[in-house]
């Protein structure tokens, strides 16, 4: 039975990698760092199906440990600071976590067992002021957040330990992907939450920042999918996982509220203090490189995805729960 260590198990991505990692006949190794409450709601379904560990990226002995431990054939390190607008409030945790924190791994794999393979979890805003449509694993990077720059540190990392230890270290560069589990901090989520609380008669406004921001939203269930092919494959390579669809902020509320008859402008609220200190205006991704060689290709549309966590908010409220 192959053995996968997670970090970032808690979160959204982890949450969608355990499912499909069980699913495949893995024994699955979750990291969790300590808190002083509990809150795996996203893994409580699969628990008692993975083994938890405590572990921080802040501390190296604790990865090492892991490792000596449990022994896993791969490592998906999806654990980080991952929201963009604290990375300027908190840069020097973002950057200790987010970046540094992936040389503390790579050197834990280096020093316990170097053949172990790594999947490293890039992200499109790295990308940032793109400098060309669409973006693809070639397009320089242009980071514009403090978030951005972590990310490309920890990219490069990879990609040097790679290069230099012959590791089979690869680096997913996966553009946005939401679903019911997204943190509610997150765009798409604090609008299909806010549009389920308002058709329900909870709320009457929503405060948003910018509306003219364009992603290229998919669905994460899709995306772990392309994590686990990467570590499939014989030659560890860098991938760009997108739809290559692009939609604005604007654009995905239009889609929200219009699903459940409302309409958006009489609701939206705009805030400064959603404002970013620097915008990363477009982003589309160009997946054919993953499509060739993975075979890998995104099952959810846009409108199904703003549905499905439309649908999900409702039938979370309406359930008497509260968001994860
Ligand atoms: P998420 O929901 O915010 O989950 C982040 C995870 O990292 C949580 O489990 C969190 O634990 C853990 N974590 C944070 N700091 C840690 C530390 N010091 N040590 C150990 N664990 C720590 O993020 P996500 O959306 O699933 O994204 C997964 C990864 O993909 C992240 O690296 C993110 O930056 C990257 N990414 C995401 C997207 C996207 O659109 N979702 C796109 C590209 C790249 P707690 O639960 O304790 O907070
Ligand atoms: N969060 C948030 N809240 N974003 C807002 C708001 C608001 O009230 N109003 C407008 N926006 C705009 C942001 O300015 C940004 O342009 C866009 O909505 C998306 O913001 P987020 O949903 O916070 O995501 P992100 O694109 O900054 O970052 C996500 O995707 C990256 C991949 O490109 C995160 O998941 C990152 O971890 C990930 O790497």
Redesign the pocket.
Known sequence: MPKALI????????SYLAELLLSQGYDVVG???R?STI?YHRVEHIQDKITVVP????DQVSLIHILEEHKPDEVYN??????VQTSWSQPVFTGE??AL?VTRLLDAIRLVDPKIRYYQ????EMFGKVVEVPQKESTPFYPRSPYGVA?VYGHWITVNYRESYDLHATSGI????ESPRR?IEFVTRKITYHVAKIKLGLADEIRLGNLDARRDWGY?GDYVKAMWLMLQQDEPRDYVIATGDTHSVEEFLQEAFSYVDLDWHDYVVQDPRFMRPAEVDLLVGDPSKAGKELGWEPTVSFRELVRMMVDSDIKLLQDGGTPM
């Open positions: 970090t970032g198990f808690t979160g959204q991505d982890g990291m969790v760092r808190t809150h572990g921080d990226l802040l999806l654990a980080a600071q991952s929201f976590v987010t924190g979890a890039s992200s499109s990310k996966l553009f946005n992907h943190g994460a």
